[in-house]
Each structure stands twice: as structure tokens, then as C-alpha cells.
């Protein structure tokens, strides 16, 4: 044992300072915090968005138009889409549980099929909702389109 390799038993040692427990301590008198202002208060917690007083951010900018409380949002899948998913599953029907399973659209979205692209087998395609060019290429290529029923749409909401 030297002189040099010596050190205090663990636990005996505190790290912490200990604030606000007069001047010798050097953390007494406002405690590391500063001298006045909110953040020099007991009870003090920062308001989200707050800047010191100035007009926050979300408050400055502009709102412009309106968001209705009643969209409907849907997940669109094109028809490229489909094609190659009929040519990898080898099944000429589509659902949305199918779409599910294969990891297209999430469990709670409402599918819409969109226009893009081009049907080259007739198929058959259950969603919640068509776009008219799609449904048009859907028949032209022989295939059938299903809306899906209210009540299931309402339980996917």
C-alpha cells in the first residue's frame, strides 16, 4: 500500500452539492440559480412553447383555411399496386384484410384504390372506397369492384 493508491472506502464520499446551505457551502445565496426571474422561483416549470414573454411561435404565424372535423381519410393503393400483389399471391381477389396481411395498409385505415397503373388480369377487388378511373380500368380488364358495407366501415373506425 503507498500513498498514492489510496482511496476512500465506497459510499463514504458524497458527490452531490448540497444547495442553499449558507455561503460556505459555495452553492449558498441563491443556490446556483441565479438572481431573480421565473426560473430563480420554487415552483417554477417550463411552459411548452413559451419564450420569455414574447408572442410564442404558434401564436405569430398565420392560420389560413379551415380543417374539417368530419374528413375521412383513406390510405390509397394503386392499381400497380394490386398487379404485382396478384402476381406474387396468385389470387385474383383482393380484400382489405388481404391488403392487412401482406403489409399494404395498417388495421385501422380505409382503403381507397386509386387509377395509377393498369390491370392486366380480371380481379376482383373488395375496398372502402374507388376512384372512378379505377373502377373503370378495374371492369375494362374484366374485373369486378366491391365497396365495402357501412356497417364494417364504421367498425374500422
Same mark, same amino acid.
Given at each position: ?5 489510496? &482511496?476512500?472506502?465506497?459510499? !463514504? ?15 449558498? %445565496?441563491? !443556490?446556483?440559480?441565479?438572481? *431573480? ?12 412553447? @413559451?419564450? %420569455? ?9 398565420? &392560420?389560413?383555411? @379551415? ?59 373488395? +375496398?372502402?372506397? @374507388?376512384?372512378?378511373?379505377? *373502377?373503370?380500368?378495374?371492369? *375494362? +380488364?374484366? %374485373? *369486378? ?5 357501412? +356497417? +364494417?366501415? &364504421?367498425?374500422?373506425?
Amino acid at each position: 500500500m503507498k500513498l498514492h493508491t489510496l &482511496k476512500p472506502a465506497p459510499g !463514504s464520499v458524497k458527490t452531490g452539492k448540497r444547495l442553499g446551505r449558507g455561503e460556505g457551502s459555495g452553492m449558498g %445565496g441563491t !443556490s446556483t440559480r441565479g438572481n *431573480k426571474g421565473a426560473k430563480s422561483r420554487s415552483g417554477y416549470s417550463r411552459k411548452l412553447g @413559451f419564450e %420569455g414573454g414574447q408572442m410564442p411561435l404558434q401564436r405569430r404565424v398565420p &392560420k389560413y383555411g @379551415f380543417n374539417s372535423p368530419n374528413r375521412v381519410e383513406y390510405k390509397g393503393i394503386n392499381l400497380d399496386t394490386l398487379q404485382t400483389l396478384v402476381e406474387k399471391l396468385g389470387s385474383t381477389t383482393i380484400t382489405v384484410e388481404l391488403l392487412k396481411s401482406n403489409g399494404l395498409v395498417s388495421k385501422n385505415d380505409l382503403v381507397k384504390i386509386l387509377g395509377r397503373g393498369e390491370v392486366k388480369s380480371a380481379i376482383q377487388v373488395s +375496398a372502402h372506397a @374507388f376512384s372512378e378511373t379505377a *373502377k373503370a380500368a378495374i371492369e *375494362k +380488364a374484366g %374485373g *369486378k369492384t366491391t365497396d365495402v358495407p357501412l +356497417a +364494417a366501415r &364504421k367498425a374500422v373506425e
